[in-house]
């Protein structure tokens, strides 16, 4: 069964330093997410991102943050200049083609996610 | 704005114990509603969906029904294991920009000890 991957596993990092996380999404897919979980906390949306661009962001997203899809296999998280509380599981999804107009295969593969530790 | 409000954890049950965690929404119109399971050093994983009114996800021996009047969205099995031990999310999928993220609840802990 097709899978989303992340890499690295786990990242430890130090304040003021960039950080790229990677994932590879199921391959015939066309949206993909970012969001993250704080230890303990909720899972939080971070951005949405189809046609090369981006569609939605939350008040997480700064400019520190970007995201892009440099090969059209990857779609990659990259947090400039990271800070303590940047400290977090982050997971990709991805979701396939959706059918209009019933709007019903929206579902979201996830990544085993990139826990990342800043120092 | 849409949100999803779940039971607070932990639930710590015994062994072939019923289960429920309670889960309930605001939203406008309707959207799809999901169970996700977290297993300790693990991702998310889908465990049920349903997308309309009355609808009944279900998996492994969970369910929930999309209830559209109480707007809720209940897990439930009637006989958990030890290996149902995990955090589980309810979420809503929200239409924005043509795209659908997810809301998330905080998530519930379940224990089920042998």
């Known amino acids: 069964e097709p899978e989303v991957t992340q890499t690295p596993s786990h990242q430890v990092t130090q304040m003021g330093q960039e950080v790229i996380l990677r994932c590879v999404p199921i391959?015939?897919?066309?949206?993909f997410y970012w969001y993250r979980q704080i230890l303990g906390q909720k899972v939080e949306f971070l951005v949405s991102?189809?046609?090369?661009?981006?569609?939605?962001k939350s008040e997480i997203f700064d400019d520190q943050f970007s995201v892009e899809r440099p090969d059209g296999s990857n779609f990659t998280l990259k947090i400039r200049s990271t800070k303590l509380e940047d400290s977090a599981m982050y997971f990709c999804?991805?979701?396939?083609?959706?059918?209009?107009?019933?709007?019903?295969?929206?579902?979201?593969?996830f990544g085993p996610g990139t826990r990342l530790t800043v120092t | 704005g849409n949100s999803v409000t779940q039971m607070e954890g932990p639930v710590t049950l015994s062994e072939e114990a019923f289960l429920t965690i309670n889960c309930t929404y605001t939203?406008?119109?309707?959207?799809?509603l999901f169970w996700y399971v977290q297993y300790p050093g693990e991702g998310l994983q889908l465990l049920l969906k349903a997308t309309k009114a009355d609808d009944k996800g279900s998996n492994k021996g969970f369910e929930a029904t999309y209830r559209k009047e109480t707007t809720s969205f209940h897990l439930e099995k009637g006989s958990v294991q030890v290996s149902d031990s995990a955090v589980y999310f309810c979420?809503?999928?929200?239409?924005?920009?043509?795209?659908?993220?997810?809301?998330f609840g905080t998530g519930t802990r379940l224990k089920v000890l042998a």
């Open positions: 391959s015939n897919h066309l949206y």
């Open positions: 991102f189809y046609n090369n661009e981006i569609s939605e």
């Open positions: 939203a406008t119109g309707y959207p799809s």
């Open positions: 999804a991805s979701q396939g083609q959706q059918i209009l107009p019933q709007l019903q295969h929206y579902e979201q593969y």
């Open positions: 979420a809503l999928a929200q239409s924005t920009s043509g795209t659908y993220k997810y809301i």
